[in-house]
C-alpha cells in the first residue's frame, strides 16, 4: 500500500464510451502525475499538476481529458479512445514538483488502472 | 527527450544466484531511483539515491548512485521466487524537479 490509490482497476470500453478514472493519494502531496504504460514501451507521462494547476501536458491526444479538483484527488476522462489506447494507466504522487537539489522527495505511484478498448 | 539506457532487457536466473543491473544516460541526475512492478500493479520504490556515491541497502538489494551522476546500478543478492517481476531504474534531471525519466525497465525471471 502506498497510499494511492485508482479506481477501477480494470476497464473495457467500447471506442464510443465516455468513462473516466480516478486517482485518490492519502499522502498530503501537492503534486500529481498521470503515466501510459504500453507493453514493451517506458512509461510515458501525460499529465502533471501541482497544487491543482496542471503544469505538463506531453502532447496527449484530447480525447484524454485531465481533471484535478483538489490537491488529493486526480482524474482522467477518456472519450472516443481508440484500441491503441489499451494501457495500464498509472497514478503518481510526490510532495512538490520542484524540489531543491538537495531533497528527498520521490513519486509514489499507485496500482494502476487497466484498460482495454475494443 | 533525456533517455536511460537500462540493461539487460532480461534475466532469467537460477534462484539463489545474485543479479546486477544497471542504467547509464549521457545527462547528469540528481537523483536515482530503482522501481520494481509486479503484474497488474504500478511500480513500488526500492530504494532511493540523492548523493553522488551513495551506497544503499535494503535487504537484499544494494544500490549506487554512480560517482559521475550519468549510472546506477541494483543488485540483488541470493534471489528468490518473489524477486520476479521488472525492475525500473528512474532519474530526476537538474532543471527538471521531481520529473522522473525512465528507463526501459528489466525484466527478472527466477527458476526455483
Known amino acids: 500500500e502506498t497510499g494511492v490509490t485508482q479506481t477501477p482497476r480494470h476497464l473495457v470500453m467500447g471506442m464510443t464510451n465516455k468513462k473516466s478514472l480516478k486517482c485518490e493519494q492519502h499522502?498530503?502531496?501537492?503534486?500529481m502525475y498521470w503515466y501510459k504504460q504500453s507493453a514493451k514501451k517506458p512509461l510515458e507521462l501525460m499529465f502533471v499538476?501541482?497544487?491543482?494547476?496542471?503544469?505538463e501536458n506531453n502532447s496527449v491526444p484530447s480525447r484524454f481529458s485531465p481533471e484535478c479538483p483538489n490537491s488529493s484527488h486526480l482524474f482522467l476522462h477518456l472519450h472516443t479512445l481508440q484500441p491503441e489506447d489499451s494501457a495500464l494507466y498509472l497514478c503518481?504522487?510526490?510532495?512538490?514538483?520542484?524540489?531543491?537539489?538537495?531533497?528527498?522527495?520521490?513519486?509514489?505511484f499507485g496500482p494502476g488502472t487497466r484498460l482495454t478498448v475494443l | 527527450g533525456q533517455q536511460l539506457n537500462q540493461s539487460p532487457q532480461s534475466m532469467f536466473i537460477q534462484e539463489g544466484e545474485d543479479v546486477s543491473m544497471n542504467c547509464t544516460s549521457s545527462s547528469i541526475f540528481n537523483t536515482w531511483l530503482w522501481y520494481k512492478q509486479d503484474p497488474g500493479e504500478g511500480p513500488v520504490l526500492l530504494i532511493a539515491l540523492y548523493k553522488a556515491g551513495e551506497l544503499t541497502s535494503n535487504g537484499r538489494l544494494t544500490a549506487q548512485f554512480g560517482i559521475t551522476r550519468k549510472d546506477s546500478f541494483l543488485n540483488i543478492s541470493a534471489s528468490i521466487p518473489s524477486d520476479v517481476g521488472i525492475y525500473f531504474c528512474a532519474g530526476t534531471l537538474s532543471y527538471a524537479g521531481n520529473m522522473l525519466t525512465f528507463g526501459g525497465g528489466t525484466r527478472l525471471m527466477v527458476k526455483p
Open positions: 503518481a504522487s510526490s510532495q512538490d514538483l520542484l524540489a531543491e537539489s538537495s531533497s528527498t522527495d520521490t513519486q509514489y
Open positions: 499522502l498530503g502531496h501537492n503534486a
Open positions: 499538476y501541482s497544487l491543482e494547476e496542471r503544469v
